[in-house]
């Protein structure tokens, strides 16, 4: 059973910085690739992040410079980081197997002064 449990949300002041993370069982971790994404109210989700098994990561231009995936395939995490976040990044964070129907629960990031 693929489980993806995100954590590392919460509010923070724009320019601040924030990690994600999530956990995963019920797959081989190491041979995937993983993505991260977004939803904010009333939008569509978006991608955020992508990193491939052999760690080749690809970012859209909203976060490209600013948002660092990474993945720690001893211990089957998933991270993102944040940094020099805006308004706009705030937005419910999901964790997603890619090429897969698993999601994780998401986690919220809001950024307000």
């Known amino acids: 059973q693929v489980t993806l449990v995100e954590s590392g949300g919460g509010s923070v002041q724009p320019g601040g910085s924030l990690t994600l993370s999530c956990a995963a069982s019920?797959?081989?971790?190491?041979?995937?690739?993983l993505g991260w994404y977004r939803q904010a109210p009333e939008k569509q989700r978006e991608l955020v992040a992508h990193?491939?098994?052999?760690?080749?990561?690809e970012y859209p231009e909203s976060v490209k410079g600013r948002f660092t995936i990474s993945r720690d395939n001893d211990k089957d995490i998933l991270y993102l980081e944040m940094h020099s976040v805006k308004p706009e990044d705030t937005a419910v964070y999901y964790c997603h197997l890619e090429g897969s129907p698993h999601w994780g629960q998401g986690t919220q990031v809001t950024v307000s002064p």
């Open positions: 019920g797959f081989r971790f190491i041979s995937n690739s």
């Open positions: 990193i491939t098994a052999q760690e080749y990561a």
